[in-house]
């Protein structure tokens, strides 16, 4: 089955939304596959956002992810890289629609609440960043066949 990360950044964690947007996730149908709350350092910090290397955002996006911890996860469910990035609203609050997360929670592109990972190779680089392969559980929830064919 499809996975996809998901990281709820330091503002998520502050200011009390960790159960919020998680919630959304679980009542879309998505599987909780892993779970940890860290604090981000330098090195991962950097290695996450490496795509952005010398971009202007780059350092303060960086500081970011550092200030307070992050509740990493793996979700896992039918075509879950993409329909989480639509859950999430664009990249910029001001233009994520108002049912978004981003949209619902966030004002400002430096403060957007939720990372997703872009692409399913993304998902898989991603996932590998932050937890090792025995994190990643498998397991069976009921009501399952209510969710697809
Ligand atoms: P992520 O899921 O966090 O990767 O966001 P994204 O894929 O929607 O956007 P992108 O990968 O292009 O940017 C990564 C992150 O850098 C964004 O989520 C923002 O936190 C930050 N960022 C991007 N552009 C800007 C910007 O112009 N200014 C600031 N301050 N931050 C930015
Ligand atoms: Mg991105």
């Known amino acids: 089955m499809e996975k996809t990360f998901l990281m709820l950044k330091p503002d998520a964690v502050q200011r009390g ?4 947007i998680i919630s959304r996730f679980e009542k879309k149908g998505f599987k909780l596959a892993a779970l940890k709350l860290l604090q981000v350092d330098r ?7 490496k795509e952005h ?3 202007g955002f780059f350092e303060p996006t960086v500081q970011y992810i ?3 911890p992050v509740v990493a996860m793996v ?5 879950v890289v993409a329909l989480a990035r639509e859950m999430m609203g664009a990249t910029n609050p001001a233009n ?6 981003r949209g619902s ?12 990972s872009d692409s399913v190779e993304s998902a898989e680089r991603e996932i590998s960043l932050y937890f ?3 994190e990643i559980l498998t397991y069976q929830k009921p009501g399952e066949e209510w969710l697809s064919e």
Do not use: F, Q
């Open 43 to 49: 090195g991962l910090a950097e290695e996450h956002y």
């Open 75 to 79: 979700w896992e469910g039918k075509n």
């Open 96 to 101: 994520a629609g108002p049912g978004s997360i």
């Open 132 to 134: 090792r392969p025995e």
């Open 66 to 68: 550092m200030s307070s």
């Open 105 to 116: 929670y966030a004002m400002d592109i430096s403060r957007n609440v939720i990372h997703g």
């Open 17 to 20: 939304l960790i159960g919020e």
């Open 53 to 55: 290397k010398g971009k």
